[in-house]
């Protein structure tokens, strides 16, 4: 704990956190929890992540470092149910979102800056597609505990997300590349310079994201869903749902897990292809290492670029691969590849029927609407969908899609494989004149 390590100083591979269960007060029945809402005025308990401390038991408490994180609402969605194909009141979506910096990650920057904090780091780096460089940014200005270094990919970042770096102050580095390159490159960085890595791969950061998973049953009043659908990027996600659910079982605090969905974007589907084309598997802690060695080698041979409008999940080699695998393994879990045009519909159904969310959010409603039609995901299941970024970090893609026939359709979308834009909400261009405008608002 009081030592900074990336991965295994054996081997290289990633590393997990493991409790002594015995030796911690964990709580005998989840409603425990529900106690820490009269006492909100502790900022430790006010927080989405720290209520649930006793489930990742890490952290003296004089050393947590929150910002008020985790203030994320379930929300029942039935247009988006329809548009599923799902019964009404039968599909929920969680709007990670809501979180300071606007996305999920938050919720895991919290547990990885507190460990930052435990072993007095001063300087903290991350790589990035935009959301966990602004939420490391937000924990470096809101504390002034440390400094911070962003890695980015050229022309890859929306700018909704690189604007709150800027204005958070984090010293923002634009590599030629794209987020595959910089992760590379922020590794060596912070190994060569001594300076705290905050990606997913910090298996403190993991600890945090399971709070979303504590949320989710906290707002089903505790009874598990049938299935959680989530966009599958680095897969910290992923990794992070999987481990809570396998504790919360471990702990006897739940006694069914749900089924795990991870949808990726069709032009960055590593992990489609090795599970559901491949047939990688966990294999009890042995994933086959020559099927993944080959997939990247060929990935190389090809000169193959992760391609996706949803800039945010634009990763070909998904970090926590491994731990991954095992969340799918515990949850009987599905992967599916959806397109840009999949995904552009997706998030504006979520616009036009709830709060609204960015691009790489859409694709787990996109991920809902095609497990339905394979009859995978049955009408009736209690389906929750993963809105992991807010509707205003990639505006640039909203307004081209809601445009309709513009040039920025033609120029931003199109070359994406987005041909129409179906649930278009295009503004009416009227001459100001009242009776011109009279004539429009009378057919609405
Ligand atoms: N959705 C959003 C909005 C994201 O920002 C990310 C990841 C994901 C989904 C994928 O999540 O990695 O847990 O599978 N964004 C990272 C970043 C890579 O740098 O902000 P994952």
Same mark, same amino acid.
């Given at each position: 704990?009081? /030592?900074?390590?990336?991965? +295994? ?24 929890? /529900? ?30 470092? *929150? ?35 606007? @996305? ?38 809101? *504390? ?45 960085? +912070? ?7 905050? =990606? ?63 949808? =990726? ?54 970090? =926590? ?15 599916? /590849? ?18 609204? +969310?960015?691009?790489? @959010? ?83």
């Amino acid at each position: 704990m009081d /030592e900074v390590h990336t991965g +295994c100083p054996t081997c290289g591979s990633l590393l997990d956190v493991r409790y002594d269960w015995d030796r911690v007060a964990v709580p005998g029945s989840l409603r425990e929890f /529900e106690g820490r809402w009269s006492t909100r005025r502790n900022p430790l308990d006010f927080s989405g992540v720290w209520r649930f401390r006793e489930l990742l038991p890490f952290a003296p408490e004089d050393k947590i470092v *929150t910002i008020g994180e985790g203030q994320t609402i379930l929300q029942q969605s039935n247009s988006v149910a329809r548009y599923c194909g799902m019964n009404e009141g039968s599909l929920f979506l969680q709007y990670e979102g809501l979180n300071p910096s606007g @996305s999920f990650k938050d919720n895991g920057m919290t547990a990885a800056v507190t460990h930052a904090h435990m072993v007095g780091a001063t300087q903290a780096a991350c790589a990035s597609t935009g959301n966990t460089s602004a939420s490391l940014a937000i924990f470096g200005s809101c *504390t002034g505990l440390l400094r911070v270094l962003v890695f980015i990919g050229s022309g890859k970042i929306a700018y909704g997300k690189l604007s709150q770096a800027l204005d958070y102050n984090a010293k923002t580095i634009q590599l030629e590349g794209d987020f595959d390159d910089a992760m590379q490159r922020v590794r060596e960085v +912070c190994s060569q310079a001594g300076i705290y890595l905050c =990606n997913s791969l910090n298996p403190f950061r993991l600890e945090g994201q399971k709070a979303i998973i504590f949320r989710i049953l906290e707002s089903l009043a505790w009874e598990p869903p049938d299935w959680i659908v989530v966009p599958g990027g680095n897969l910290g996600n992923t990794s992070a749902f999987g481990k809570a659910l396998l504790e919360l079982k471990e702990l006897g605090l739940i006694n069914r897990l749900p089924r795990l969905a991870v949808i =990726n974007a069709a032009g960055a589907n590593t992990l489609h292809e090795l599970y559901e084309r491949d047939g990688l598997r966990w294999n009890h802690g042995r994933p086959d290492a020559t099927v993944r060695e080959d997939y990247f080698v060929a990935m190389e041979a090809g000169g193959r670029r992760a391609a996706t409008l949803a800039s945010a999940i634009e990763i070909n080699r998904p970090v =926590n691969l491994n731990k991954a695998l095992r969340a799918l393994d515990a949850c009987n879990g599905v992967v599916r /590849e959806v397109g840009d045009q999949e995904i552009l519909d997706g998030k504006a159904q979520v616009g036009a029927g709830g709060f609204g +969310c960015e691009p790489a @959010s859409g694709a787990s409603v996109a991920g809902v609407k095609q497990l339905r039609e394979e009859g995978v995901i049955a009408a009736s299941d209690r389906v929750v969908c993963i809105l992991t970024g807010h509707q205003l970090k990639d505006p640039n893609v909203t307004v081209a899609y809601h445009s309709g026939k513009s040039d920025d359709f033609d120029r931003l979308l199109r070359p994406s494989g987005v041909n129409e834009a179906v649930h278009a909400n295009s503004p009416v261009v009227v001459e100001n004149d009242l009776e011109k405008i009279m004539e429009v608002v009378s057919g609405f």
